[in-house]
């Protein structure tokens, strides 16, 4: 009970926040930091198995099959821009306990002065550091929770806070079904840029649900993102109404419908397991395709693809994510148990 209420406290709390682009602090916090969470269109698949990676994204989904794990994963964006995360868990008292480091290096910048003179070079850079505890309070429900120290450099401006995500899962008795609900990034400053800045922390109320047909070998996966905000799209301010040359009549400026609206917070993939070493995975954001298609040629905005190979030492898992026709991303994550290392 007392969980729900927290949940719905921190919903209310972060209501009527406006639309999506430039209003946040820290909103590298919602990059895809693994492999199989790219793949699978930016948020997680609601599935407790042993991808430690998994804790970041929903810690009620932390479970002892993760336990002894590391991870390393990688992202490779254009322009010099890159990310990455390592994780570990362990298990500690009835559940597991996770660490992770994430960070961004924006690479080299020049710095000049206002008559254009080179006085020299910064590197931005941002970074968080996690810990997380997940268990299971029975055989149906898990919970779990991350806390993150976060911290921004860019050029001489700092920024520093914290934040916490809470999670609840509700696992089938059949292992085929798996239904979370999840509050990211709720958190504080401890310093901010400059006395102006009045960014707030990008929470997301997230649902979501995960099914696997019981005599084929494919898992869906719904999530429904942001259920906080309910308008993720961008009016232009600086919009007019256009003519008719033909009719004379006012074209009024386009206004996202209901529909619209809802389709933002809609993210569906799936899974093929093809066998228990190899999986294929795809993921549609329909949200990340109507904010960063170019208009010309939308292409395969918000469409992401994957695979994820086992063995018996380590897992490998490769996401690519189309943005547009300006660039895209692929990221690598590379996992392993240090038990299965040990000499039996």
């Known amino acids: 009970m007392k969980i729900g209420v927290l949940f719905i406290f921190l919903l209310l709390i972060s209501k009527s926040h406006g639309q999506t682009g430039g209003n ?35 810690p009620s989904l932390i ?19 890159n990310y990455g995360m390592v994780a570990y868990a362990n298990k500690i008292w009835k559940g597991v306990f996770t660490s992770n480091v994430r960070y961004v290096d924006y690479g080299e910048f020049q710095r000049t002065e206002p008559n254009g003179e080179l006085s020299g070079v910064f590197r931005p850079f941002e970074y968080a550091v996690g810990f997380g505890y997940g268990q299971f309070i029975n055989p149906v429900l898990s919970i779990g929770g991350n806390f993150n120290l976060i911290g921004s450099n860019l050029e001489t401006y700092s920024a520093y806070g914290a934040s916490i995500d809470l999670a609840g899962s509700f696992h089938h008795p059949n292992k085929l079904f798996t239904a979370s609900v999840c509050v990211k990034n709720a958190g504080f400053k401890f310093k901010s840029f400059s006395q102006n800045d009045r960014g707030i922390f990008p929470v997301d109320f997230q649902l979501a649900a995960a099914y696997k047909l019981a005599h084929a070998p494919f898992r869906f996966n719904l999530v429904l993102h942001d259920l906080n905000r309910w308008d993720l799209t961008y009016n232009d301010p600086f919009a007019m109404p256009t003519y008719d040359a033909l009719t004379g009549d006012t074209i009024p400026v386009p206004k996202a419908n209901f529909v619209e609206k809802l389709a933002r917070h809609v993210l569906i993939s799936s899974e093929l397991l093809l066998s228990k070493s190899f999986t294929l995975r795809m993921g549609f954001n329909y949200h990340r395709r109507q904010e960063m298609k170019l208009v010309e040629r ?14 018996r030492l380590f897992r490998i898992d490769y996401g690519f994510v189309f943005y547009s026709k300006a660039g895209n991303n692929h990221v690598i994550s590379l996992s392993s148990s240090i038990d299965k290392w040990k000499k039996k």
């Open 24 to 58: 946040f602090s820290f909103p590298f916090l919602g990059l895809d930091y693994n492999a199989r969470t790219a793949a699978t269109g930016g948020y997680f698949v609601a599935l407790a198995d042993d991808d430690v990676n998994q804790g970041l994204a929903n």
């Open 63 to 81: 479970n002892n099959q993760m336990s002894k794990s590391i991870s390393v994963s990688q992202a490779f964006l254009a322009g010099g821009v």
């Open 298 to 311: 939308p292409g395969i905005s918000g469409l992401s693809f994957g695979l994820g190979f086992k063995s």
